[in-house]
């Protein structure tokens, strides 16, 4: 079950500390086109997962117009998330 797995490993990602969120794991678990929500101050996080079913034309065309770079960065969630928390408490 994806939604069991998704579930598991956001706890245990929780668990380490790593401030990580659910985004990695459902664009890892689930293939194509999708739709993911969560509630806002729901603890657990609980992740709905809507999948869209495209046509092999849509695909091609997407194929023919989609760029993944990798940049060799590291990055770690945790220091994204931290920053982006200090920005939002420093709002005025």
Request: aromatic fraction near 6%; charge should be positive.
């Amino acid at each position: 079950d994806l939604g069991y797995l998704t579930q598991t490993v956001l706890d245990l990602e929780q668990l380490l500390s790593t401030g990580g969120g659910w985004q990695d794991q459902v664009g890892g678990l689930y293939g194509g086109l999708k739709l993911c929500t969560s509630k806002i101050n729901e603890l657990p996080v609980h992740v709905q997962v809507k999948e869209y079913n495209l046509s092999q034309g849509t695909i091609n065309a997407l194929n023919q117009r989609l760029l993944l770079a990798f940049t060799g960065q590291p990055r770690l969630a945790k220091n994204i998330l931290q920053k982006v928390l200090r920005q939002w408490a420093g709002r005025n």
